[in-house]
T-cell receptor, first 116, second 113 residues
Framework: AQSVTQPDIHITVSEGASLELRCNYSYGATPYLFWYVQSPGQGLQLLLKYFSGDTLVQGIKGFEAEFKRSQSSFNLRKPSVHWSDAAEYFCAVGARGSSNTGKLIFGQGTTLQVKP | ETGVTQTPRHLVMGMTNKKSLKCEQHLGHNAMYWYKQSAKKPLELMFVYSLEERVENNSVPSRFSPECPNSSHLFLHLHTLQPEDSALYLC????????????FGPGTRLTVL
């Protein structure tokens, strides 16, 4: 069965420090991978996605993620965190649903706190 | 309006009430989704509509009843809910077909007393 694991429930980093959020997936075929961010009281916004090709993908707000098939991982990184990055981050794998409509399977999320 | 909108943003209801959540997408998509987001749990997919036809129902109790009258609108009708149904209900839309990214609305925060 498809699944996504985000091992870190909560992470605190200092503003200006680098960030890495971990994501591991379980999926039988070539995965389609996504990172979403959710600010308090808001819906989810897509940060980046991996479908194929270059395993290092660039997203919005200075985020990037690297797909590593051998490790079944898709970790999210940012070289220098800003206070506005404090939010909840969700990793998701795209799976084939009924009638070929895609569905997303989400991890439990990682809450990022940024210290001044 | 742009993107995906949801109304109301907050809803408090008793267990015997009947209410409806509304979602509208302005992106020209033809697939729409309902998710439930509870504290400390992953997002749970509830229903999927593709081309106005329900294509997925993830063992959701019958007290939740979806309706998709056209490709731009999605409703979730609620009746005789339980306190454990209190959660954030998110609507999303995408182009139909596999692996297209989904765009989310801001959610409706539901509290069942």
């Amino acid at each position: 069965a498809q699944s996504v694991t985000q091992p870190d429930i909560h992470i605190t980093v200092s503003e200006g420090a680098s960030l890495e959020l971990r994501c591991n997936y379980s999926y039988g075929a070539t995965p389609y991978l996504f990172w979403y961010v959710q600010s308090p009281g808001q819906g989810l916004q897509l940060l980046l996605k991996y479908f194929s090709g270059d395993t290092l993908v660039q997203g919005i707000k200075g985020f990037e993620a690297e797909f590593k098939r051998s490790q079944s991982s898709f970790n999210l990184r940012k070289p220098s965190v800003h206070w506005s990055d404090a939010a909840e981050y969700f990793c998701a794998v795209g799976a084939r649903g009924s009638s070929n409509t895609g569905k997303l399977i989400f991890g439990q999320g990682t809450t990022l706190q940024v210290k001044p | 309006e742009t993107g995906v909108t949801q109304t109301p943003r907050h809803l408090v209801m008793g267990m015997t009430n009947k209410k409806s959540l509304k979602c509208e997408q302005h992106l020209g998509h033809n697939a729409m989704y309902w998710y439930k987001q509870s504290a400390k749990k992953p997002l749970e997919l509830m229903f999927v509509y593709s081309l106005e036809e329900r294509v997925e129902n993830n063992s959701v109790p019958s007290r939740f009843s979806p309706e998709c009258p056209n490709s731009s609108h999605l409703f979730l009708h609620l009746h005789t809910l339980q306190p454990e149904d209190s959660a954030l209900y998110l609507c999303a839309s995408s182009l139909s077909g596999t692996y297209n990214e989904q765009f989310f609305g801001p959610g409706t925060r539901l509290t069942v007393l």
